[in-house]
Antibody
Framework: QLQLQESGPGLVKSSETLSLTCSVS??????????WAWIRQPPGKGLEWIGS???????YYNPSLKSRVTISVDTSNNHFSLTLNSVTAADTAFYYC????????????????WGQGTAVTVSS | QSVLTQPPSVSGAPGQRVTISCTGS?????????VHWYKQVPGTAPKLLIY???HRPSGVPDRFSGSKSGTSASLGITALQADDEADYYC???????????FGGGTKLTVL
């Protein structure tokens, strides 16, 4: 059974780079036709899709974050990663990794498996 | 301001039925893209409740149902229970934004 686990620093300084990794266990990240996604949730607010990656490396980003975001996949280590540059206090959020159901194009399908999430605070 | 609009809150007594609306536009729900629904208990990750407008994943009780018409979708919950109290989010795809979008969330209170 697939499981996802986020990891990375919980505190990032303003203007620096946020880097998170999502480790996939219980199956190979490249075995299935899933899109692997990052989704965030600022404190007390709603969910925001950051972007998705396919195991072959195809990426799809939220236009509002596209200039600062990179999502990559590492099939050898069975994980995918998020990099967000030039962070500000507005990037303080709970960050989730997730997988979609694998039946539609990126961003169109439901996310049926989520990691437990990791809190990231941007400090000044 | 979310692309998909949900009421901030709804409430109902145990045993009653509530519905949560999700209103979009011609570039998302109205364009035919599927709507999905999630339940999030505070402090935990969202859980998929309804996918592709009307379908329940294995393990989700049939008290939960989804529907879609025009530029809107709805989540229905019957026979309300105390543990239904949570935040509920809708999700779809927006072709203008070329990406997935979520509603702002609805807090369900079981009275």
């Amino acid at each position: 059974q697939l499981q996802l686990q986020e990891s990375g620093p919980g505190l990032v300084k303003s203007s620096e780079t946020l880097s998170l990794t999502c480790s996939v266990s219980g199956g190979s990240i490249s075995r299935f036709s899933y899109f692997w996604a990052w989704i965030r949730q600022p404190p007390g607010k709603g969910l925001e899709w950051i972007g998705s990656v396919y195991y072959r490396g195809n990426t799809y980003y939220n236009p509002s974050l596209k200039s600062r975001v990179t999502i990559s996949v590492d099939t050898s280590n069975n994980h995918f990663s998020l990099t967000l540059n030039s962070v500000t206090a507005a990037d303080t959020a709970f960050y989730y990794c997730a997988k979609d159901r694998g039946y539609q194009q990126a961003g169109r399908d439901a996310f049926d498996l989520w990691g437990q999430g990791t809190a990231v605070t941007v400090s000044s | 301001q979310s692309v998909l609009t949900q009421p901030p809150s709804v409430s109902g007594a145990p045993g009653q039925r509530v519905t949560i609306s999700c209103t979009g536009s011609s570039s998302n729900i109205g364009a035919g893209y599927d709507v999905h629904w999630y339940k999030q208990v505070p402090g935990t990750a969202p859980k998929l409740l309804i996918y592709s407008n009307i379908h329940r994943p294995s393990g989700v009780p049939d008290r939960f149902s989804g529907s879609k018409s025009g530029t809107s979708a709805s989540l229905g919950i019957t026979a309300l229970q105390a543990d239904d109290e949570a935040d509920y989010y809708c999700q779809s795809y927006d072709r203008s934004l070329s990406g997935s979008v979520f509603g702002g969330g609805t807090k369900l209170t079981v009275l």
